[in-house]
Every structure is written in structure tokens, then in C-alpha cells.
């Protein structure tokens, strides 16, 4: 790093401003693990300077540097000492496919389109004793390549049957159950716009442009009705998670805001997706227009357990009630110290350390697979004293640091969540931080890229639906095309009082 005249660099000039000796802590300890982090901040730092310099000084051209070698440039194969020409006698192979070079197997659940070629008819006779040649064995060579999507015509032929003497009494058979009443798409159809939509984040406009590919002329028009229908058909299922979800012992939850349109209208507002989490990876979405807390109060109602979730104010209002207990999250405290290490690195690094300290119990208590009780007493032996050791350096800054500043709005706000902070080492089934449902909302972000807005606000209800099976089906494992495509399937003639069973936590056991 550049140091100026009197020999000090920009890092060590930040030190000198806001930090004295008197500060930093007298253990060894976690004075090496300060500097070890400060290090590593500077050459993340250092590299990204590089970079933007390389973006404002750079060559922008994007041809290749005569001088500069092409990372194409491979060495001629060598070769192998199988396939030189020997008299040697071949040794017999089975018929399993070799995977040299360290190259990972074709998954086994493929479709083989096996064919076959044959030496020349010349080759198959013996230049010796000129008796012909027999198989003795087989090479296998795979390769991975790709069919398009095909569509088909499903019909349903129903034979109608009469009297031949009586020419009376006309019977035939019933339709089978359909997904949409009087509607054209299976199941199989519906379930791929739902997930192309929801899951792979395709929109409407692109999926008829690639349906106009295959010939078929199907509007954006249709498909959003579609994709209404499905929501309807699939929402007793949500309804039923949403029922489990208020009886777990714990919930995560989190919101992101969606963009949505006012009616016909142009114009736009600030909608919102509320995630909720339960301990058998039951996901329910829930859409409000708006950030205010009846959108949780609503949903939650008198739910009287563990609840995750950020500081958010809207909460407040179910704690006051005295039923639901309030789990805050480290990251979002760890998250504002590491925005005030420019201001007061050494305050930020050593609190960063301390966070790190408490995050690698919980690595150990993951590598270790410990249960719930086994959790609460590693915490209560180890964490507990790191804890305590972070409420006095934050009670101790809080009179030293301008509460304005962003060491101070740091400070401030894990003293204000403390007691909520420290909750989560009075139960194993607790977590740490709410990450859980931070990477839930993730799948709407990036979404929300693509479909820009989600229509007006039955739209965004419309999405809350089918978002909490697409979230439930990654949690569990499961692939959402194959649930979707067999819940639209039954849905229609499953008995209500058995509904459970069409959830994403429990349908593999189910079909098993």
C-alpha cells in the first residue's frame, strides 16, 4: 500500500485517528485474531482498488495481447499406450463405461440410446488362420447430449356402448379428474409454467416465445390465467402449511419488498413477501401491499413460540402480547460492525472477532451433529462467557463513541436486541442468526429481476402461493416440477381430511 512522506500508510493514518492503546484489548488471543482480520480486510481492501483502477486506467479493448499466451493453447494429446498398434492380445472389458481422467459418471437414471458399431467386413477375418473373428467383449464411450422439450397430445377416448337389439340405453365412461375444469393443459404443462415461472424465473412474455418455437400459439393472456388457476388449485395446501407453521415450537421470518401495480393502472407501489419457516421446512409466503404490521399480526395471530426475525418494529406488537418470544439475529449485529470499520476499525475488528468466535461453536456443534440438549449446553459453557465479554466492551464503548456515528449505530442496536441477542442459547432448536430465511427470500430477488413487477396485488397473492411450495420443495429436496406436477395431478380427488399428505415435508414419504 502507498505511504506518504513520512513513511506511514493510509491504514496505519485510520489507526492513529481513531484508535489508542488504551482501546485495544490485553488478550493475546484476540489481539492476534484482530490483526490477523485487519490483514485480511487490507488485501481484500488492496484488491479491490486494483480492480477499479484496472476499470478506470484499463484497456477496455477486448482483443487478446499478441504477447499474451491464449489459455487455449493445449499440448498436443499424447498417445495412449492402449491405443498404439500391437499384436498383443486385448484384454476382454465389461460392458461398464470407463471414466478416466478423473471425469464424474453419467447419472445412472438417463436414458441410453445405445448404438452399436462394427469393425469393417474385411477386418473379421483372421489374416492368420483366416477363421472369422467373434465378439469378445465391448467399449463403452458416453456422451451427455440434449433432446428439446417435447409437447403431446393427450386423449381421452371414451367408447360409448348400446343395445344392438334395443338401440336404448346409451352408457360411457366419465372423464377423468382434470387440473382445470374445460381447460386444455395437463398437468404436466402446468406444472412446467409454474416452475419455469417460479422456480427458474422465466416470464410469461418469454415462455410464449419459446412455445411459439415448438409451434404452439399460446397467449400471455392464457398462461397468466393459468398460472391463476394453478395458485387456486395448490392454495388448501399453503393453507394447510400455514395451520402446521403456527403450531412449530419455532418460526423464521423475513420480508422483501416486490414492485405492484395500482389496478389497470401505470402506476407502481411497494408491495410486499413475507417468509415463514417452521421446523419441518414448511415455507408459507405471505403478500400485504403494504410494511405495516398487520401483515405479521395477521398471519401469526396468537402463536405463542420461538419467533427469529430481524428488529423490525412491526413485530413488536406480537411480543407485546406476551405469547410469542422474541430470537434476534447475529448476523444483522455482526452485519453493522463490519460497515464501521472504516470509522473505528479497531472497536469493529475486535467485536468482528468475537462474533467469529461464536459462530465457530456452532460450526463444531454442526460437524459434531449434537442434539438439541447437547446444543444448549455447549452454548451455555462457551458461549455464554464470549457473550459476556461482548456486553462489556459494548457497555464500556457506549460512552466513548458518538451515538450518531457508525460504531455507535452498531453498539446501539445490539444493545438494544441483547436480550433477544443472547436468546438463542437457552434452547438447542434455536439458531443463531435468521440466514434461513434471508436464503428463502433470495429465490424472490432474483426473480424480481426478471418479472420486473408482480401485476396488481392478487398477483403478488397469486405468487405467495406458489413461491411457499417452489421454497417448501427446495428446503426438503425435492424437485418442484415432479411435486407440482403430481399435486395438480391429485388435488382434485384427494380427500380434505388427508391434505397433510400432499405436503412437500411429507409427500416422499407418502408416495413411498
Sequence with gaps: MARDRAGQSEFEKIIDAHTSAEQLPSDTALLRQMVLTLLSNVNSLQRELAQ???????RRSEKLDPQQPTLFDLPEPAVAESETVSEA???????????RNGRVPLPAHLPRDRKEYHPPAEALVCSRCGQAKV????????QLDYLPASFIVRQHVRIKYACKQCQDGVVIADLPARPIEKGRPGEGLLAHVLTSKYCDHLPLHRMEGIFQRHGLQIARSTLCDWVGDGATLLTPLVKEMHRQILLSPKIHTDDTPVPARNGAG????????????????NVVFDYTPGHSRAGPVQFLGDYAGYLQADAYQGYDAIFEKGWATEVACWAHARRK????QNSDPARAVEMLVLIKDLYEIEQRARDDELQRDQIQALRQQESKPILTTIEKRLELWATQVLPKSPIG????YARGQWQALNRYTDDGILSIDNNLAERVLRMVAIGRKNWLFVGHDNGGHRAAIIYSLVASCKLC???????????????NTHPANRVAELLPANWQSARS
Design 409 to 412: 449505530q452498531a453498539i446501539s
Design 477 to 491: 429436496g425435492l424437485d418442484p416440477f415432479a411435486y407440482l406436477r403430481d399435486a395438480l395431478e391429485r388435488i
Design 337 to 340: 460492525f463490519f460497515e464501521a
Design 135 to 142: 465378439p469378445m467383449g465391448e467399449e463403452i464411450t458416453e
Design 52 to 58: 477499479y483502477q484496472r476499470y478506470l486506467f484499463g
Design 266 to 281: 401505470k402506476e407502481i407501489h411497494k408491495g410486499y413477501l413475507w417468509a415463514y419457516i417452521d421446523i419441518a421446512n
Design 89 to 99: 492380445p486385448v484384454p476382454e472389458r465389461s460392458g461398464k463405461s470407463s471414466h
